[in-house]
Structures are given as C-alpha cells and as structure tokens.
Nanobody, 119 residues
Framework: QVQLVESGGGLVQAGGSLRLSCAASGNIFRVNTMAWYRQAPGKQRELVATITSPGTTNYADSAKGRFTISRENAKNTVYLQMNSLKSEDTAVYYC?????????????WGQGTQVTVSS
C-alpha cells in the first residue's frame, strides 16, 4: 500500500506565507503526477496545482503568482509554497499522487491539512 502524509498547515494572518509538504511512502516504483487540492467549507474540492515527474507545473487561476508547487523525486515529496495568503485560501488542503507500483498504478490521497487565513 501507499501512504501520503501531509504537514505544514496552520493559522496565518492575511498576507502571510505557509509551506505544505507531502511525502509518499510504501510500495512505490515511481510517482508520476503529484498535485494539491483544497476544499473549503460548503464547497467542492478544487485543484490548486499539479507537477509532473519531470517538473512541469500547472496552476489554478487563484494560485497563479502566489503559490509555487515543487517536488523532490528522490524523496517522493511534493511541496506547496503559499505566499500572499488571503482569507479565501482557507481550506483543507489535500495531496494527491499517481503512484506506479509493482502490481499496477493507483491514485492516492493524503488525509488533509487545515490552512486557516485570518483577515
């Protein structure tokens, strides 16, 4: 099996920064695309950013210019640097990864980490 463990959430004032981390472990041959999603209270889960194994990135419009996704392939870890945070960024942030295992490929989620931005 594969586990994704997130860390780095918390409470921050508007205009501040946070860095989220997510490490994948377990039965892993290779990790393909990794991504961050978020879900605010009463809203659907939405994509924030993605990064492929070679490092190609893609961002939601709400994240462009403020958030940066990166990864360390040797550690199967993805990061999300969030700057200039706004109250509307308040949400539970989830890590997602497409993992190639010896028995096939699977899509995995972390447990989520709360980000709260106070105005």
């Amino acid at each position: 099996q594969v586990q994704l463990v997130e860390s780095g959430g918390g409470l921050v004032q508007a205009g501040g920064s946070l860095r989220l981390s997510c490490a994948a472990s377990g039965n892993i041959f290779r990790v393909n695309t990794m991504a961050w999603y978020r879900q605010a209270p009463g809203k659907q889960r939405e994509l924030v950013a993605t990064i492929t194994s070679p490092g190609t990135t893609n961002y939601a419009d709400s994240a462009k210019g403020r958030f940066t996704i990166s990864r360390e392939n040797a550690k199967n870890t993805v990061y999300l640097q969030m700057n200039s945070l706004k109250s509307e960024d308040t949400a539970v942030y989830y890590c997602n990864a497409e993992v190639v295992q010896w028995g096939g490929t699977g899509d995995y989620w972390g447990q989520g980490t709360q980000v709260t931005v106070s105005s």
